[in-house]
C-alpha cells in the first residue's frame, strides 16, 4: 500500500502561486509515477500533470504548460506542483495519484489517491 497526503492548498488572487505537496508514505519503492489531477465543481477529474519517480518522463497538460512545473524531493518521498501564474479557472480541489506499474498516469482510473486539497483563485 502507498499512502498520499496532500498540503498546500488555499485561496489566492489570480497572477499569485502557490506550491501544493504530495508526501508519499509506504511501499514507496512500488511507485513508477505520480500524477496532479483537479476537480471543479460539476467538472470531471482531469489530468493537471505527472511525472515518474525517477524524474525521467514528464506530462503536462495543455492548461498547465508554462505554469505548472513539479519539483521532487527524493529524500521527503516529496513531489510538489509550483503552480505560478494563477487563475480563476485554475480553481479546483487537486489530488495526488500514484501508480505502479506504466504507462504515465494522466487517467483518473487507478492507483492510490490522497485526500485532496482545495484551491481556489479569485479574480
Known amino acids: 500500500q502507498v499512502q498520499l497526503v496532500e498540503s498546500g492548498g488555499g485561496l489566492v488572487q489570480a497572477g499569485e502561486s502557490l506550491r501544493l505537496s504530495c508526501a508519499a508514505s509506504?511501499?514507496?519503492?512500488?511507485?513508477?509515477?505520480v500524477g496532479w489531477f483537479r476537480q471543479a465543481p460539476g467538472k470531471e477529474r482531469e489530468i493537471v500533470a505527472a511525472?515518474?519517480?525517477?524524474?525521467?518522463?514528464?506530462y503536462y497538460s495543455e492548461s498547465a504548460q508554462g505554469r505548472f512545473t513539479m519539483p521532487r524531493d527524493n529524500a521527503k518521498n516529496t513531489v510538489y506542483l509550483q503552480m505560478n501564474s494563477l487563475k480563476p479557472e485554475d480553481t479546483a480541489v487537486y489530488y495526488c495519484n500514484a501508480v505502479k506499474d506504466p504507462p504515465l498516469s494522466t487517467r483518473p482510473n487507478r492507483g492510490y489517491w490522497g485526500q485532496g486539497t482545495q484551491v481556489t483563485v479569485s479574480s
Open positions: 509506504g511501499r514507496t519503492f512500488e511507485i513508477y509515477s
Open positions: 511525472i515518474t519517480w525517477d524524474g525521467t518522463i514528464t
